[in-house]
């Protein structure tokens, strides 16, 4: 079953956080496990984002999290956020397509 975890955070620092993202990417950390990452900003509280991780499964998912480069990642990502972040996991039950 597909799990999709949801990361709400602020930051002022958004530039940063940004290339911190782009460099997770860039190393290839998130190869193997994730599916799909989906970078947002809410339109109506500013300085929030919401990045959207899809993977393969929850179990992909605890394997990501275990990783060095996670919690290493995670640090970096805390350091240039303006409070705690929100998590929320989630189990994908139906998915629809308009394609």
Do not use: C, K
Request: charged share 25%.
């Amino acid at each position: 079953m597909t799990f999709v975890q949801i990361i709400e955070f602020s930051t002022s620092r958004r530039n940063d956080m940004d290339a911190l993202f782009s460099q997770w990417i860039a190393e290839g950390e998130m190869h193997g496990l994730v599916r799909r990452v989906l970078s947002t900003s809410d339109r109506d509280r500013p300085n929030t984002y919401l990045t959207i991780v899809e993977f393969e499964s929850y179990e992909a998912a605890m394997q990501n999290s275990e990783r060095p480069a996670t919690s290493e990642f995670s640090a970096r990502m805390m350091a240039l956020s303006d409070g705690e972040p929100i998590f929320r996991n989630l189990d994908v039950t139906t998915q629809w397509s308009a394609q």
